[in-house]
């Protein structure tokens, strides 16, 4: 009977035995399948990366006014007193009068001293000669590479390069191998003796002072588990790390490994791969490294933020102390090689925060990136996207805006206010005329209070920044006619009604002031309302319509009387469009904020050229340009020039009647810039343009174009500018107290002397003269 029992009881054992055995097979065949195919399919994801426009330095500019040793500095070069003999460093000798500067390697923009030294010869901070160091080869231009504004990425930034073993130095693969698995190459995934060893080690310190998780056990916890601890998720990270570890090479498994780890905190940037921790850290690339600076590469791992040399130099020079015994131990330096490296001193690169602040523009920019591609792609495909914008430029933006906001507030208190969401608010916008380059975006006053970007979303009237258009459409139209509209002539500038649909529009002056008889130039200069009104009541609002949207107003503008005046409401980014078109003579360029996308491996997939569009022709366009000069030298923009602004400029004041809207728009031959003034909720601010938007202007573009050299308007065929008297119209003479110079088409320039200033004065002629110029006859 007993031995029946035990017979049976070994039979089930046995059966079960078996059926154990078969499920277990089958478990460990799924679990094969499974985690092979995961390792295989693992694909890191990489954000895509938003970059600044490439930094240019040519002969004659000034590098201090254009802030160049910033730019330095936001790229991550380094000053040194010593030799320049390595990437990133950079010297500067005033006395000799000279820059050095060692560039990093870069693919894009494609330059040709990339990754040499190169030498800049100054005459006290503006450069005179570019050359290679080395060779004294002549280069006409030096590019820099382009700034980091920002990533797209979802979750936790993860900055990583990958790399293949050969690419890195074999002293930071073995140094990796002694500090955080020395049995690496002896056992199969799991090491039972590290994990005895650890056991026992920690036993007698009475806490965890060691681990026994292999490298492949890190990475199987890395790529597939939590950060749970528990018995259960070690299990399966053991079993995980078996499976691994039998199906592929120890090269497969290091590779993975370093290019897997994490290694410090850049601001919102995780370090991750021995590539991106040895540029961080070192400068370098992994193949350059010291045995000294692997050996701290390799102590980080366990702990990055504890083991930092920003935060902790002392305890990662202990660390990095550490690693080096290790390798000595093993036999991967020499006793002389480990003497030099503890002796060496713990020099890491300056931390600069490579993403840079540009909020607004990167709104922007992603609504334009999700036309094209999918939210995963940007996310996750490492994308390059480089773009027009300028980060000097942005940061004078940024400072304007701020400082003007706060200057406003300061003199006038009735426009601060409790609630940020109430606060008085201001954007700027810069744009290349060229080019149709964005070069600078500033939303608003902070984008942490709010993110609605003012430049493309806030639809403001215009108010007097409109009236270019009319007389732009005036000269136009009337060009070829008998009694053709130029600078010259006069406009009466007196109240008077417009008539239109069964009701009447009676437009006003600012403080209802008049001035009577005015030619064309002082009507635009001093931005008279009545004048220019009954300009476009000759004209006719339609051709005046079609104008502005030639010239890139988008927005519908409705066909009434009070849209000449700006009473039609738009965006600062239309205004910046329209006007860049008269510093371009009269060419609309597309408006470019994405210039080129590359894949993550360096090759094109988008290309946008500048496009460009005759929509006004280019004479034209110079006699309005030539106009809005006179509003910045003697007209509503002449404060400009009292704070310091002295370049050839144009620009228009803009003012809405009920004074919520406070505009400046102007420009240079190469920079033209934007400024609204107002609140939100379209409370009146009781300020007009030039009190508001003008000295945020101004401030941004003597700074912008500061370093250099002035451009002046050149007219181009078909103008011809010649000195008049701006009283008769008529060419200046020698007796002329105030002449000006005018331009006119050719052709239609005045041909004889002022009558009101002859070049031998007679009584009897003065009195013709006078009489000629204002249609009375004087009684004997």
């Known amino acids: 009977m007993l031995r029946r029992l035990v017979f049976g009881v070994l039979l089930v054992l046995a059966a079960a035995t078996a059926v154990g055995g078969v499920v277990l097979v089958g478990f460990i065949r799924h679990a094969d399948r499974i985690v092979s195919e995961r ?27 254009a802030g160049f040793i910033d730019r330095l500095r936001a790229l991550g070069y380094q000053p ?3 030799a320049v003999d390595r990437r990133g460093d950079y010297q500067l000798d005033e006395h000799a009068g000279r820059l050095d500067i060692y560039l990093h390697t870069f693919t894009y923009p494609a330059f040709e001293a990339a990754g040499r030294p190169v030498r800049l010869q100054l005459s006290g901070h503006t450069v005179t000669h570019i050359e290679e160091r080395d060779t004294h080869k002549e280069l006409f231009t030096l590019e820099l590479e382009p700034e980091l504004i920002s990533g797209l990425y979802q979750g936790v930034w993860e900055e990583r390069h990958l790399v293949t073993l050969p690419e890195v130095s074999p002293l930071l693969l073995r140094a990796i ?18 994990v005895a060893r650890a056991l026992l080690t920690n036993l007698r310190s009475g806490r965890v002072v060691q681990g026994g998780s292999t490298l492949t056990q890190q990475l199987m916890k890395n790529f597939f588990l939590s950060e749970e601890r528990s018995f259960r998720r070690k299990l399966r990270e053991a079993m995980m790390a078996l499976i691994v570890d039998w199906r592929f090479s120890k090269a497969e498994i290091l590779e993975n490994y370093i290019n897997e780890i994490y290694l410090g905190q850049r601001g919102a940037q995780g370090i991750f791969g021995v590539w991106e921790a040895s540029r961080f850290y070192f400068a370098k690339e992994p193949q350059e490294l010291s045995a000294a600076e692997a050996a701290m590469l390799a102590g980080l791992i366990k702990a990055p933020n504890s083991y930092s040399p920003f935060r902790n130099p002392e305890r990662a020079k202990a660390r990095r102390d550490y690693a080096l015994s290790l390798m000595l131990k093993q036999g991967d330096i020499t006793p002389e090689q480990y003497a030099a490296a503890v002796q060496e001193a713990l020099r890491v690169t300056p931390v600069v925060n490579q993403a840079k602040d540009a909020p607004y523009f990167v709104d922007f920019l992603r609504q334009e990136l999700a036309q094209t591609y999918p939210p995963e792609v940007l996310t996750t495909e490492g994308l390059r996207i480089y773009t027009a914008l300028d980060m000097h430029l942005q940061k004078l933006a940024e400072q304007a805006v701020q400082d003007g906001l706060a200057d406003l507030e300061k003199r006038y208190p009735r426009l ?19 080019t149709g380059a964005i070069k600078a975006m500033m939303g608003g006053r902070g984008y942490r209070s709010t993110q609605f970007n003012r430049c493309t979303q806030a639809m403001r009237q215009p108010g007097s920044v409109f009236k270019p258009f009319t007389y732009l459409t005036a000269f136009e139209e009337s060009r070829y006619s008998d009694h053709p509209i ?48 009954r300009l476009a009541h000759d004209v006719g609002i339609g051709p005046i319509i079609e104008t502005a949207h030639r010239m890139g107003i988008s927005t519908p503008l409705p066909p009434y009387p009070s849209v000449v005046l700006g009473a039609a409401e738009v ?17 609309r360029a597309t408006p470019l904020s994405i210039e080129k996308v590359l894949d993550r491996g360096g090759q094109p997939i988008e290309r946008n050229p500048v496009q460009l569009e005759q929509v006004i022709p280019p004479e034209t366009a110079y006699l309005v340009t030539h106009l809005m000069e006179g509003v910045i030298d003697h007209g509503t923009g002449q404060g400009a020039r009292r704070k310091g602004f002295t370049r050839p400029a144009a620009g228009k004041t803009g003012t809405t009647n009920d004074y919520r809207d406070a505009w400046f728009v102007g420009f240079t031959p190469d920079l033209l810039a934007v400024v609204w003034v107002g609140f939100d909720q379209k409370r009146a601010i009781n300020l007009a343009g030039g009190d508001a938007a003008l000295p945020i202007w101004t401030e941004f573009m003597k700074h912008a174009t500061a370093g250099l050299p002035p451009t002046p308007f050149v007219a181009p065929p078909g103008v011809t500018l010649v000195r008049i008297d701006p009283i008769s119209g008529q060419l200046a003479t020698s007796e002329c107290p105030d002449p000006i110079l005018e331009a006119f088409y050719s052709g239609q320039e005045p041909t004889a002397p002022c009558p009101l200033h002859p070049a031998h004065l007679q009584l009897h002629d003065v009195v013709d003269g006078l009489e000629r110029a204002i249609g009375i006859r004087v009684p004997n």
């Open 39 to 65: 390792f295989r399919a693992h694909r890191w994801s990489f954000p895509s990366k938003i970059y600044a426009d490439s930094g240019l330095v040519y002969p004659g500019m000034d590098l201090q006014a």
């Open 80 to 82: 040194t007193s010593g």
């Open 177 to 194: 191998v002694d500090v955080e698995d020395q049995r690496f190459y002896e056992h199969r995934g799991i090491d039972f003796f590290g």
């Open 416 to 434: 601060r206010a409790e609630q940020p969401t109430d606060q008085l608010e201001a954007c700027l916008i810069a744009i290349q005329p060229q």
């Open 486 to 533: 130029l600078p010259p002539p006069r406009l009466d500038d007196e109240p008077f009604d417009w008539a239109f649909d069964n009701q009447v529009w009676s437009p006003a002056n600012y403080k209802d002031r008049y001035m009577g008889v005015v030619t064309v130039r002082q009507a635009l200069e001093h931005s008279l309302n009545a004048a220019t009104a």
């Open 571 to 587: 965006t600062p980014f239309e205004v910046a469009q329209a006007f860049a078109v008269l510093a371009n003579g009269g060419l």
